[in-house]
């Protein structure tokens, strides 16, 4: 294939970026399980220290962390990638470049905990301000807006509302105050959004969830659009040291191979599983994206490629009854995370989310009676059997009822 950017979606992810190992011809790349790399004289240590291509030690650089940052650059239309330790390194590096002393920062309400509670407590120690706004409406994050502001840093869809912020708009409110915008794309993957694309300048992931995909590694990756971002933040990435460990990398693009299918059945199962949810009895309320009334379906359609695989729910009887269920399910695994193949179940409130004070979390929508389950890609039928037998067991109306 000529360019593999124009291929289809699964060719890209497989191919993306990668090519034989140059040295052995290995089909997989290899791990270089290496912290430094040797110079063959003191002239071509001094080129690639002086910017010349070739390795140089593994913190600032490491042939495959490369091949996933190729990779995953690659499905997010970016320019470059930086591979990191966690989504938090990833997110904490994007932060320290593009936020100064007395900077300020517009932030979805409802992203990831600790990427709202690190602003909260460590950030506001250095005097940098965070406003925290319902996203969802595009005009409150123009509202925050101050002469200070250097970053706007959405999640879409949010973390665990669901609620999605429309990119290209913020895009921009934020170039329009001189201001830069990323997005945290973790809950879509690129397989089903690109916010680059969209007018975004940095995209950030937590590859612990669908881009790995197995549950067996922590990692993330920072994209952005152009050089100069990229260069600005690669300088403090590797000094901030939150970067990735060739063996990580390697898991990583063992992982993402397979992102695409794995993100087709997992969706597929969050879709029957919401329609299963939304007709049964002992359901309150049930939010997916791919639902009609999501309030922001059309937003869905318009700037992803699907909805994905995250539903959350309210089980009449409020918190009570949602628990029941939690310690109800049987093939669920009770557990926060999400993305991996197996299907997780987990209380925000009391768990993701319980360092959120609790009036913000309810200003933010995570209501205490809110169970999330994140689809995996087991059998569809055992999936709607061990959700159907835990809500039975819930609620004492049905159990009335049988
Ligand atoms: C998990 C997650 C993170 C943090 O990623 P880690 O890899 O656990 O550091 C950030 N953002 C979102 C949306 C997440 O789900």
């Given at each position: 294939?000529?360019?593999?950017?124009?291929?289809?979606?699964?060719?890209?992810?497989?191919?993306?970026?990668?090519?034989?190992?140059?040295?052995?011809?290995?089909?997989?790349?290899?791990?270089?399980?290496?912290?430094?790399?040797?110079?063959?004289?003191?002239?071509?240590?001094?080129?690639?220290?002086?910017?010349?291509?070739?390795?140089?030690?593994?913190?600032?650089?490491?042939?495959?962390?490369?091949?996933?940052?190729?990779?995953?650059?690659?499905?997010?239309?970016?320019?470059?990638?930086?591979?990191?330790?966690?989504?938090?390194?990833?997110?904490?590096?994007?932060?320290?470049?593009?936020?100064?002393?007395?900077?300020?920062?517009?932030?979805?309400?409802?992203?990831?905990?600790?990427?709202?509670?690190?602003?909260?407590?460590?950030?506001?120690?250095?005097?940098?301000?965070?406003?925290?706004?319902?996203?969802?409406?595009?005009?409150?994050?123009?509202?925050?807006?101050?002469?200070?502001?250097?970053?706007?840093?959405?999640?879409?869809?949010?973390?665990?509302?669901?609620?999605?912020?429309?990119?290209?708009?913020?895009?921009?409110?934020?170039?329009?105050?001189?201001?830069?915008?990323?997005?945290?794309?973790?809950?879509?993957?690129?397989?089903?959004?690109?916010?680059?694309?969209?007018?975004?300048?940095?995209?950030?992931?937590?590859?612990?969830?669908?881009?790995?995909?197995?549950?067996?590694?922590?990692?993330?990756?920072?994209?952005?659009?152009?050089?100069?971002?990229?260069?600005?933040?690669?300088?403090?990435?590797?000094?901030?040291?939150?970067?990735?460990?060739?063996?990580?990398?390697?898991?990583?693009?063992?992982?993402?191979?397979?992102?695409?299918?794995?993100?087709?059945?997992?969706?597929?199962?969050?879709?029957?599983?919401?329609?299963?949810?939304?007709?049964?009895?002992?359901?309150?309320?049930?939010?997916?994206?791919?639902?009609?009334?999501?309030?922001?379906?059309?937003?869905?359609?318009?700037?992803?490629?699907?909805?994905?695989?995250?539903?959350?729910?309210?089980?009449?009887?409020?918190?009570?009854?949602?628990?029941?269920?939690?310690?109800?399910?049987?093939?669920?695994?009770?557990?926060?995370?999400?993305?991996?193949?197996?299907?997780?179940?987990?209380?925000?409130?009391?768990?993701?989310?319980?360092?959120?004070?609790?009036?913000?979390?309810?200003?933010?929508?995570?209501?205490?009676?809110?169970?999330?389950?994140?689809?995996?890609?087991?059998?569809?039928?055992?999936?709607?059997?061990?959700?159907?037998?835990?809500l039975e067991a819930a609620s004492p109306e049905m159990a009335a009822r049988t």
């Open positions: 294939m000529d360019d593999v950017r124009l291929a289809g979606p699964h060719t890209r992810i497989i191919h993306g970026g990668q090519q034989e190992d140059p040295h052995t011809g290995a089909v997989s790349t290899p791990i270089y399980q290496s912290s430094t790399f040797a110079f063959t004289d003191a002239d071509e240590g001094a080129a690639r220290f002086g910017g010349a291509p070739g390795c140089k030690y593994t913190r600032l650089g490491n042939p495959t962390v490369a091949a996933l940052e190729r990779n995953v650059a690659l499905l997010e239309y970016g320019c470059g990638a930086l591979g990191a330790a966690s989504g938090m390194a990833a997110i904490n590096t994007v932060y320290l470049a593009l936020l100064g002393q007395g900077a300020h920062v517009v932030v979805t309400d409802c992203v990831y905990g600790p990427s709202r509670t690190v602003l909260e407590t460590e950030y506001a120690r250095f005097g940098v301000e965070a406003t925290f706004v319902d996203s969802s409406h595009s005009d409150n994050v123009a509202r925050a807006l101050r002469p200070n502001t250097s970053l706007v840093f959405v999640e879409s869809p949010a973390n665990p509302t669901l609620k999605l912020t429309d990119i290209a708009r913020c895009a921009d409110i934020a170039h329009g105050a001189g201001a830069l915008l990323a997005v945290d794309n973790t809950f879509a993957s690129p397989y089903l959004q690109n916010p680059l694309q969209l007018g975004a300048d940095v995209v950030v992931h937590s590859m612990t969830k669908f881009i790995n995909g197995h549950t067996d590694v922590v990692a993330g990756m920072i994209v952005a659009r152009d050089e100069e971002v990229l260069e600005r933040l690669r300088a403090v990435h590797v000094n901030f040291g939150g970067t990735m460990d060739p063996h990580q990398a390697w898991l990583v693009l063992r992982g993402i191979k397979t992102l695409g299918l794995r993100m087709e059945r997992a969706q597929a199962n969050a879709r029957a599983l919401a329609y299963f949810l939304q007709r049964h009895a002992a359901v309150q309320w049930v939010n997916y994206p791919g639902l009609v009334d999501h309030p922001q379906h059309d937003l869905m359609r318009q700037q992803m490629r699907g909805p994905g695989a995250i539903v959350t729910f309210g089980v009449r009887g409020g918190l009570e009854a949602g628990r029941r269920v939690i310690n109800g399910v049987r093939l669920a695994t009770l557990a926060v995370s999400l993305g991996g193949i197996e299907t997780l179940i987990e209380h925000p409130a009391s768990m993701t989310h319980a360092g959120v004070p609790a009036q913000e979390r309810l200003k933010a929508g995570i209501t205490d009676d809110l169970v999330r389950i994140a689809v995996g890609c087991e059998d569809y039928d055992d999936l709607e059997h061990d959700l159907g037998q835990a």
